[in-house]
């Protein structure tokens, strides 16, 4: 399976953006690539996905590096609630069953 | 509210004891899955479900017994339980659009002594 590489964590000041990187050089073409966040003590959320073109919805935005080899999550304007891990996991259709959890991105919010 | 529901929240076993942890949803999601996470690691899948009857293993299922008899329910059981279940289990849905999301439970932190 491909695998995501990010950073162990990243600090923020609240209502600032934060750009969360993501490496997926191994990346196939059936390959989508899904954003989930953890809150302290709750289960996964999902946030985001996408496959080629960048994508936006309420809680985020995902942009897309061309060659597909790497993506970036962006939080348009971070809040204390936004802090969580976060995880890039790419899914294929073939093995849909399973989400490949890495350690993910720790975001801390300053106030 | 429409979701995944996990039963109880909280639970302590001694070492050999058995138990069944509940997942239901209200979704009529057809794929179920049950995860287990670690102090400081990420999620790894231990069952899933991909319908009614259907079950198969993910990868670390030694210890844990499944079954699907229900869209809705999809309990975890351990037969023997060992110090090292010690974890938070997760139980997840999605329904048939696959780029979709799944849903997760809020999840049961088990111990065992």
């Known amino acids: 399976d491909a695998k995501t590489t990010q950073p162990n964590s990243m600090e923020s000041n609240e209502e600032e953006p934060v750009h969360l990187p993501c490496n997926h050089s191994?990346?196939?073409?059936?390959?989508?690539i899904h954003w989930y966040r953890q809150l302290p003590s709750q289960g996964p959320e999902y946030v985001i996905h996408?496959?080629?073109s960048n994508v936006n919805n309420r809680m985020a935005s995902l942009a897309i590096a061309e060659d597909r080899k790497s993506s970036t999550l962006i939080l348009h304007r971070a809040t204390l609630r936004d802090a969580a891990v976060y995880y890039c996991?790419?899914?294929?259709?073939?093995?849909?069953?399973?989400?490949?959890f890495g350690a993910g991105t720790t975001v801390t919010v300053r106030a | 509210n429409a979701g995944v529901t996990q039963t109880p929240k909280f639970q302590v076993l001694k070492t050999g004891q058995s138990m069944t942890l509940q997942c239901a949803q209200d979704m009529n999601h057809e794929y179920m899955s049950w995860y287990r996470q670690d102090p400081g690691m990420g999620l790894r899948l231990i069952h899933y479900s991909v319908g009614a009857g259907i079950t198969d293993q993910g990868e670390v299922p030694n210890g844990y017994n499944v079954s699907r008899s229900t869209t809705e329910d999809f309990p975890l059981r351990l037969l023997s339980a060992a110090p090292s279940q010690t974890s938070v289990y997760f139980c997840a849905s999605r329904g048939e659009t696959w780029d979709g999301g799944y849903t997760f439970g809020s999840g049961t932190r088990l111990t065992v002594v």
């Open positions: 996408g496959l080629t």
């Open positions: 996991i790419l899914r294929r259709r073939s093995n849909d069953y399973k989400l490949s």
């Open positions: 191994t990346i196939s073409g059936t390959d989508y």
